[in-house]
């Protein structure tokens, strides 16, 4: 959805976490139940708890996703001939795989649109951290 690959410890950068044959290097697959090497787990347990929650709003992966240089929102805002609109219904497109109704594409714009200069990017930003933390986000991705 960034751009960005993963980086997980003791794997090439890129590889995707399903391909990971067990453990959790990562801090972010343990908390979101991945199998440790020794576990058998018959079930998964599908109700979020106050770890993955705080995660979310506030750990390490989604801050130096949403954060990091050379990714896709740092080629949106490069090119010159997509305008604030474009770019936020790219991240929708990219994230949600559905653009935004009219309600969202405003509520999107509004901080985008009265961030100075050098907050622009900022604006965008927490928007892609809106979207990481969007129900529809974390119930279909």
Request: net charge positive.
């Amino acid at each position: 959805m960034t751009g960005i690959p993963e980086k997980y410890r003791g794997y090439m950068p890129g590889t995707r976490a399903m391909s990971i044959p067990q453990g959790a290097p990562s801090y972010f697959l343990q908390t979101f139940g991945r199998m440790r090497a020794r576990e058998v787990i018959c079930e998964r347990d599908n109700q979020p708890d106050m770890a993955q929650t705080m995660h979310l709003i506030s750990g390490d992966t989604l801050r130096k996703k949403t954060t990091a240089k050379g990714g896709w929102l740092d080629r949106w805002l490069d090119e010159a001939s997509l305008n604030d609109e474009e770019i936020v219904r790219r991240m929708f497109v990219s994230a949600l795989s559905r653009p935004p109704d009219e309600r969202e594409l405003s509520v999107a714009l509004a901080p985008i649109r009265s961030a100075g200069t050098g907050a622009r990017r900022q604006a965008f930003e927490d928007t892609l951290w809106a979207i990481f933390n969007s129900k529809e986000f974390l119930h279909n991705h």
